[in-house]
């Protein structure tokens, strides 16, 4: 099975562009959920979607905000991008509803972003 | 406000000695931890997981203690292979009525040496 795929694999934008990352999850799988990973806070909950729903919401501004498709791949959209938005942005998909308690949730290999 | 917390940045030890990592945590109302394996480039892997009515999990060469009244877990590799070298995300998951909140450290860079 192909693994999680994440487009694009890079990114710059300038402060106040807005951005859209894509993930596609493994063949079957209907969780995806969203993580930003910096060096001053290590890695986040953004959120978790399933069949198109977002089930789950960690401690991030509005700016931030996601969707998911019939066919399970999401998106994850910044506007007016900041300075501090500069991370690398994984996307994990899991095949049931669980998300992480199943414990068989698989990362892609991530989107860098940089806003200069 | 970091409530998962990795205070070691980084470690070095020698092939085949025991590497031990470290996470402490302040929310009581954690109830599942995983750790997180992670190679440059590419996006974490999961390790193991144990809930919070265990006091130990084991899995080949990695076994997780779990001190709930701590408020600390660790990650035990043993023996340690050059191949471990990677980063160590802990993570705790709460659940409640609005969902779950996971929460991850700042991971541990574990280096190896031959």
């Known amino acids: 099975k192909a693994g999680v795929t994440q487009t694009p694999r890079y990114l710059i934008k300038t402060r106040g562009q807005q951005v859209t990352l894509s993930c596609s999850p493994i063949?079957?799988?209907?969780?995806v959920s969203w993580y930003q990973q910096t060096p001053g806070q290590g890695l986040q909950f953004l959120f978790e979607?399933?069949?198109?729903?977002?089930?789950n919401k960690g401690n991030f501004p509005g700016r931030f905000s996601g969707r998911q498709f019939s066919n399970s791949r999401s998106e994850m959209n910044v506007s007016t991008l900041e300075l501090g938005d500069s991370a690398l942005y994984l996307c994990?998909?899991?095949?049931?509803?669980?998300?992480?308690?199943?414990?068989?949730?698989?990362f892609g290999p991530g989107t860098r972003l940089t806003v200069l | 406000d970091q409530q998962v917390k990795q205070n070691s940045p980084s470690l070095s030890v020698q092939e085949g000695r025991i590497s031990i990592l470290n996470c402490d945590y302040t929310?009581?109302?954690?109830?599942?931890f995983l750790w997180y394996k992670k190679y440059p480039a590419e996006g974490p892997t999961f390790l193991i997981s144990?809930?919070?009515?265990?006091d130990k999990n084991e899995d080949g060469r990695f076994t997780v203690f779990l001190n709930k009244s701590a408020k600390h877990l660790s990650l035990h590799i043993v023996p340690s292979q050059p191949g471990d070298s990677a980063v160590y995300f802990c993570?705790?998951?709460?659940?409640?009525?609005?969902?779950?909140?996971?929460?991850f450290g700042k991971g541990t860079s574990l280096l190896v040496t031959p």
């Open positions: 979607y399933f069949s198109e729903t977002q089930r």
């Open positions: 144990i809930s919070s009515i265990k």
């Open positions: 929310n009581s109302m954690f109830d599942y």
């Open positions: 993570a705790a998951i709460s659940n409640s009525n609005s969902g779950y909140a996971l929460n």
């Open positions: 063949s079957g799988h209907r969780s």
């Open positions: 994990a998909s899991s095949p049931q509803a669980a998300g992480p308690f199943d414990d068989t949730q698989y």
